[in-house]
């Protein structure tokens, strides 16, 4: 269990709990349950206190929690016969974007999403979930191949953002990111997106711009990073508490912003704590959020998605 | 100390200092630091007359060199909500936005306008880097929209002028939204085939680059524009090593196969009313310099000089 700087209180009641645990196991006549049981309702109530009134900044924290269940545990476990289409026909495969032809409650679809890894190899391998041109170009060929074949598309969105690099730069970052986000505004079938983590600026763009958003409860979607942020508008990159604030980037702002349509609970604790529960509510928000387009005509499809973007920002934040 | 020191000399420094040009009559060049002459700057719509550098541009000046005769209508923008997150940094978001307003004297960073180039009707739009670093926020991405509805209604190509610092955070996810909003009206003009050309000019970064500013039938850019998604600093950041010479400028971009062109401000006119026309199956324009008379004495150098001879009646 890897627990966040705002968690460390926790972590001691919780480490307390289970070096008792680990005594009693080994000195069958001690009986502790008692002071067991006492720091685990200690420890849950302090849960239930930290996680009731999460600062944006903290949401940020949780939103890149790395024990999250990310991407690749979604299709695993919420979809069937998961086929992995690779490579963008141009120049590389990106292995920051899955994707391929899966089944969603026996349907057949298109399944893309971002995958950060969960350890320090895979990490390096998925580029911590920031793709490059190529992964953008893999995805729009994918809904371009979903488009034509009449497949549901649904992105999982996790990501820091687009990466920042030289080669991803001389290969077009910025056009792979807006021709994507322009075949997303194209295709004639439905595409519903999760925001399962981080849902960074433009990397994120290029794939929620969908029919349907809907966000975990603790995820966020913002135009630059909160230090981004600090970093320009405070001259201070310490300052990503303020800035996390000001730019009302959590799912429940979002909501109230119309940017998200729906929030998905997450567990008591965050989505890491029981990943098992956490996945299935966000296949539950997919099936509902798909089975309203389903049938819809394709010219029905496109146009909802435009009217969606074309009359967002009527709503601003209630003073 | 006599009356000389204490009368005289303040009595002749105040006359010389009030005798001292004003400061912003010359402006020097950030390249090659020549002191430039404002008339001659706004002639030469305000690049370096000595090394070529090209200095930024409001968005009325640059219709104003744009249009024939300089006359345009401008089409209105409507509103968009203001400070919708009630944004608040080191200064609230509508205190950063008067100083803009009067800064610039332009309510915003976009300005939308209709009329005619080289006697080609089109819409034009412009951002303003002056106004909050011509951010991408609501108000951009309304202007964009409303210039694409005017394009379709009026069956008029669209020429878009770039130049932005990124989105505008003080609208936070609003702002990123205007990637897909102005993408819409990118597949507006597509959809009723008429030619959308975007001119990138100096900088063009961010999420205004990763949407409508690459999403043009033809690309330009102006010579030396920064052009990219992510900055040079945030990279050199990232990859830790020094970027090469011209990475992310404008001929670098045309040399990686992003741009069409790379066109001076000067001849950029020219080059946009050819374009046009031939995209929307037009007549060469006929640039007026119609040769003279038939007069053999005519001088070959001459026959470009302008024609305000009333000999073209003969």
Redesign the interface.
Known sequence: MNYLEFERPLAEIEGKAEELRALARSNSEMDITKEVEALDRKAEALLKDLYKTLTPWRKCQVARHPDRPHCKDYIEALFTEFTPLAGDRNFADDHAVMGGLARFNDRPVMVIGHEKGHDTKTRIERNFGMARPEGYRKAIRLMDMAHRFGLPVITLIDTPGAYPGKGAEERGQAEAIARSTMKCLEIGVPLVSVIIGEGGSGGAVAFATGNRLAMLEHSVYSVISPEGCASILWKDSDKMREAAEALRLTAQDLLRLGVADQVIEEPLGGAQRDRKATIAAVGRAIESMLSGLVGKKPDALVRDRRQKFLTMGAKGIAA | MNWISNYVRPTINSLFSRREVPENLWTKCGECGTMLFHREMAENLNVCGSCGHHMAITARARFKALFDGGVFVEIKVPD??A????????KKYPDRLKAAQKASGEKEAMLVAEGEIGRTPIIAAAQDFSFMAGSMG?HV?NAI?AAAERAVKRKLPLVLFSAAGG?R?????????Q???T??A??MLKEAGLPYIVVLTHPTT??V???????GDVQIAEPNAL????GPR??EQ??REK?PEG??RAEYLLD???LDRVTPRGKMRDELITIVRMLTGQSPVITGDLPGPAAPVAPEPEASAPAATPTGKA
């Not at chain 2, 955070?169 to 702002?175: D, T, V, W």
């Not at chain 2, 052009?227 to 992510?230: D, K, N, P, R, S």
């Open positions: 968009a909500l400070d919708p997150l009630h944004f608040r940094d080191q609501m991405g929209i989105a955070m003080q609208e936070g996810i609003l702002s990123l939204m990637m897909p909003r993408t819409i990118v597949q961010g999420g680059t990763a949407s409508y500013a690459m999403l052009i990219c998604f992510a945030v990279i990232t990859i970027l990475f992310q990686h196969g992003m």
